[in-house]
Nanobody, 116 residues
Framework: QVQLVESGGGLVQAGGSLRLSCAASGTIFRTDVMGWYRQAPRKQRELVATITRGDSTNYADSVKGRFTISRDNDKNTVYLQMNSLKPEDTAVYYC??????????WGQGTQVTVSS
């Protein structure tokens, strides 16, 4: 079993920055992919970014150049540095640990609100 605990959300003005953290506990495998999704009101949950243990990354087009995902394998923690935030980035951000062909684990979510 894996548990994910997120932190770092909050309220920020447009153009500002926030850093999200997600710490995983339990049995973590080398093939596990970690990442972030987000869900805005009345919208479907969407990919933000993912990162493998070997630091291979994938970003949604909407956040490329503004967000940076990173991972500390020793701490089983994934980070999301969000710069140049826009009101449309407002959403609940969910941490994901994906075990390919097995299952996905989700965090409880952290609210990010960007005011204009």
């Amino acid at each position: 079993q894996v548990q994910l605990v997120e932190s770092g959300g909050g309220l920020v003005q447009a153009g500002g920055s926030l850093r999200l953290s997600c710490a995983a506990s339990g049995t973590i495998f080398r093939t596990d992919v970690m990442g972030w999704y987000r869900q805005a009101p009345r919208k479907q949950r969407e990919l933000v970014a993912t990162i493998t243990r070997g630091d291979s990354t994938n970003y949604a087009d909407s956040v490329k150049g503004r967000f940076t995902i990173s991972r500390d394998n020793d701490k089983n923690t994934v980070y999301l540095q969000m710069n140049s935030l826009k009101p449309e980035d407002t959403a609940v951000y969910y941490c994901l640990l994906s075990r390919p062909s097995v299952t996905n684990y989700w965090g409880q979510g952290t609210q990010v609100t960007v005011s204009s």
